[in-house]
């Protein structure tokens, strides 16, 4: 018997001195019966009865594999059975021990009810996520903090379901996605951050969603490597809208974290958004400051799936840009485009700031110590 | 670098695999066909481990919609970013020059070949009448 250690070295980075937060982590249901205990009779039986309505036509969940099985990494698939990140031991074991996280914050993704056609399915569905994650893995594990999934495209009910968690400090973030029905400025999510800012809590805004409309501006693209890149065009279309629409001037205090939309775009989105705003100034004048200072005040990134250009200085660039104090460490785990949190923060940004990087800004803004 | 008897062919046929350790290496095995690769168990992207991953062919194209499929098996995709690395070279297929994984020559030997040594077979009984996998590391 050839006897084979482990790879070694696990174990928290060694520029992690401030803690290390994993701001993106995608809990997964057995199946669809864990949510039972959560959802009154009637929703049960018009979940299991008539199904989710997408704004997808024919699609409820992956319309396609996604590079691997459930878009997950090969080797995430818990022992004991079950899909990825289903199992609370094999995520402890594979993800917050190996790597020695401080804090883990849960994004739900489907299925959760955000986006579904069925405004009551969906305000039922995204609170059963809500108690879900309280129930499977807030209660049993300090390190890891849920994210309010709330039915975004219902401002009221999203708002009501805000305030119902707030009192709760395992919640950490109100939870969204970047594809929505309209563009997040507009009045019809503004429920979603007065109550957000009311209570103190950061917006996620993570990739992906089924709004209905093709996932670029142009279309349904052919193939899915058009689909990765489509995240960081929804992000702009997002943070265009938010900040021309003076949501962060309506609603004091309130900050978002674009999550898995990459942050390559944000210097370009600027810099063209206060280009056009010296020459059109007067069509939106409630926007008294130049675009580009809202978004380095309010919008924070995080990394994953980290750009990975070919000269170091044009990473450093964009970050630089962005403020070292708004990147935020994110591994998606357990999707198969994760990122090593040991190997994805190249060694040649400062020390101090892959620290900040690592835990020091999500601390921060999350209130985690 | 030193010989290692690392299995009997017999444990990793056609189409399989088997990680073991090495010279201090964790290495992947890969047996094509009746030939022999070793590989460094580790990606050197972000460093998962190889032997977790799937095999797979290469696809190629001389004009979009034309597709060609060919050496079935004979790739290894990292099982987290889906990169392809050539079990026969080590050598990634999107960048060969300067992305790939260390490999190790690997053959076969006689049991009775190997009894006489002097390789490093510590953890693995030879036996005469068997054949085994030898790696150099």
Redesign the interface.
């Known amino acids: 018997m050839n006897l084979v250690r482990p790879i070694a070295s696990y174990g928290k980075p060694a520029a992690a001195t401030l803690g290390l937060v994993d701001v993106d982590i995608h809990p997964r249901v057995r199946d669809l019966s864990e949510f039972r205990p959560f959802v009154s009779d009637a929703d049960w039986h018009r979940l299991t009865t008539y199904g989710i309505h997408a704004r997808h036509g024919f699609a409820k969940g992956y319309p396609f594999p996604k590079a691997a099985p459930l878009a997950c990494r090969r080797d995430a698939w818990p022992p004991g059975g079950g899909p990825p990140a289903s199992d609370l031991p094999f995520l402890q074991e594979q993800l917050l021990d190996r790597y020695g996280l401080d804090v883990g914050v849960l994004n739900p993704l489907q299925p959760s009810g955000q986006g579904d056609v069925n405004d009551g399915l969906s305000v039922a569905l995204t609170s059963a996520v809500n108690d879900w994650q309280i129930e499977h893995w807030l209660r049993h594990e300090p390190r890891l903090r849920g994210s309010i999934v709330v039915p975004y495209e219902d401002g009221p009910a999203a708002a009501a379901e805000i305030r119902k968690r707030a009192g709760d400090p395992r919640f950490c973030q109100v939870f969204l996605l970047s594809r929505t029905c309209e563009p997040l400025g507009r009045q019809r999510y503004w429920p979603i951050y007065e109550a957000a800012a009311e209570v103190g809590l950061p917006v996620g805004i993570h990739a992906f969603g089924y709004s209905g409309h093709a996932m670029t501006s142009t279309g349904w693209p052919s193939f899915y490597v058009e689909e990765v890149q489509e995240h960081a065009t929804s992000a702009q279309a997002q943070v265009a809208s938010m900040v021309v629409e003076g949501i962060f001037d309506r609603f004091p205090g309130l900050n978002v974290v674009m999550i898995e939309c990459g942050f390559g775009w944000m210097p370009s989105l600027a810099w063209r958004l206060d280009g056009a705003w010296k020459r059109l100034r007067d069509e939106v004048p409630h926007l008294t400051r130049a675009p580009s200072e809202i978004m380095r005040e309010h919008v924070f990134v995080s990394t994953q799936p980290i750009e990975e250009p070919e000269r170091p200085e044009h990473l450093l660039d964009a970050m630089e840009w962005i403020g070292w104090d708004r990147i935020l460490f994110a591994s998606d785990y357990p999707h198969w485009d994760f990122d090593d949190p040991r190997m994805a923060i190249p060694s040649f940004i400062p020390e101090e700031k892959r620290a900040a990087i690592y835990g020091g800004n999500a601390n921060r803004i999350y209130r985690f110590r | 670098m030193s010989r290692h008897v ?2 009997p062919v017999s444990e990793i046929p056609p189409g399989g695999r088997k ?3 090495a010279a201090g290496k ?1 290495i992947v095995v890969f047996n094509l066909d009746g030939e022999f690769f070793a590989l460094l ?2 990606c050197p ?5 190889l032997s ?3 095999l797979c062919g290469l696809t190629q194209s001389d004009e979009p919609g034309h597709y060609r499929f060919s050496r079935a098996g004979e790739f290894v995709r990292c ?4 990169w392809e690395f050539d079990i026969r070279t080590g050598k990634s297929w999107f960048d060969p020059r300067r992305t790939k994984v260390r490999h190790f020559p690997a053959g076969v030997a006689e049991g009775s070949e190997l009894v006489e040594g002097p390789y490093t077979a510590e ?2 009984p030879v036996r005469v009448e068997e054949a085994y996998v030898v790696v150099e590391a």
């Open positions: 690392v299995a990680v073991v350790e964790r168990d580790r992207h972000q460093g998962s481990q977790g991953g799937i099982p987290w970013h889906q953890t693995i």
